[in-house]
């Protein structure tokens, strides 16, 4: 079974920085490309950051794009997402999921992990 | 960044009933970069469709994805009671990935 599990989440101060880690198991993970997914409470799906299965590509949402860095260890099949300089419209939901190939090009997302919430507040 | 705007917002119908959700982007996506997911209260979202129209394992046939260019469109054929969630198209055409904001599906 393909499972993917999430944490690091917690409350940051304005400012502050943050590393997610998503620990995956059930598949070859060197072998996809991985992806972090937003959800501020009540409110919609924002793609943040993906990594392809080796890391040589990379993307950004414009939101996010020099305050976060996405990385992965494929020798712990993990995947990471370190955050700078936290704003309050960064408090959510953060959820890491599975790409369909290697590569960042296919990017429908399965499975989902479960998530870990981020709070940004003084 | 394409833009995705889902219509309706909140669709209200009754078990058995047939759903159709509607996705329109700004911009022409490929067909081959487009995909629907369903998410209910306290979950993670689940992939129902990739391609535009193929189904994820697992994902009943009641469920169908069709479209091209800017509007795309996912079908319940027969709204079972666990359908009622709310569902969020994709395209990853181009980066960034975006989402539509949501249509929720809800018991009448």
């Known amino acids: 079974e393909v499972k993917l599990v999430e944490s690091g989440g917690g409350l940051v101060q304005p400012g502050g920085s943050r590393r997610l880690s998503c620990a995956a198991s059930?598949?070859?993970?060197?072998?996809?490309?991985m992806h972090w997914v937003r959800q501020a409470p009540g409110k919609g799906l924002e793609w943040v950051a993906g990594?392809?299965?080796?890391?040589?590509?990379?993307g950004y949402a414009d939101s996010v794009n020099g305050r976060f860095t996405v990385s992965r260890d494929n020798a712990k099949n993990s995947v990471y997402l370190q955050m700078h300089s936290l704003r309050t419209e960064d408090t959510a939901v953060y959820y890491c999921?599975?790409?369909?190939?290697?590569?960042?090009?296919?990017?429908?997302?399965?499975?989902w992990g479960p998530g870990t919430l981020v709070t940004v507040s003084s | 960044e394409i833009v995705l705007t889902q219509s309706p917002g909140t669709l209200s119908l009754s078990p058995g009933e047939r759903a159709t959700l509607s996705c329109r982007a700004s911009?022409?996506?490929?067909?081959?970069?487009f995909a629907w997911y369903q998410q209910k209260p306290g979950q993670a979202p689940r992939l129902l469709i990739y391609g535009t129209s193929n189904r994820a394992t697992g994902i009943p046939d009641r469920f169908s994805g069709s479209g091209s260019g800017t509007d795309f469109t996912l079908t319940i054929s027969r709204l079972a009671p666990e359908d009622f969630a709310v569902y969020y198209c994709?395209?990853?055409?181009?980066?960034?990935?975006?989402f539509g904001q949501g249509t929720k599906v809800e018991i009448k």
């Open positions: 999921a599975k790409g369909p190939e290697e590569q960042l090009v296919l990017a429908w997302l399965d499975p």
């Open positions: 911009q022409s996506v490929g067909s081959s970069y």
């Open positions: 990594i392809s299965w080796n890391g040589g590509g990379l």
């Open positions: 059930g598949f070859n993970f060197d072998d996809y490309a």
């Open positions: 994709q395209q990853y055409d181009r980066s960034p990935r975006t």
